[in-house]
């Protein structure tokens, strides 16, 4: 797959640039992965459905929420945007995404546009450090 890359190129550099430009998360909005495995027939509706009965939360929130399979192979992401819904679908084609571990009592966890784009990128959740830095109480 990544037969004309030099040696000595780095390849974890390369894995991440070949993200998809048009993703973008930020801390705007709130974003809760769902802990049960979805059967990634489910559509806006279907999906709609889990946010609403399974959740108690409101799907038209602007809320995102993420869905991963069994295998860990795909990931769907549903988000309300202004004037209707917006799913992306992503498929690896070599890999699983990692999946923070849960209190088994809750449905879903509450993660941070970070950790959604650490699992979309591969990287693995337990070896991310973040150093201290200054944040500002309003």
Known sequence: RYQDLPAGKCLVFKRTSCMSSILHFTDHRSYYLYRKETDMRKGFDSLCGIIENE?????????????????????????????GFTIVYRRLEKGTFEVPSFNLDQDSL??????????????????????????HVS
């Open 55 to 83: 959740l108690g939360r409101k799907a038209l929130s602007g809320d995102a929420f993420i869905f991963i399979n069994r295998p860990r192979t795909h990931l769907k992401l549903l988000v309300w945007e202004m004037d």
């Open 110 to 135: 509450s993660i941070t546009s970070e950790q959604l784009n650490c699992i979309l990128k591969g990287i693995t959740l337990a070896s991310v450090k973040y150093r201290k830095r200054y944040q």
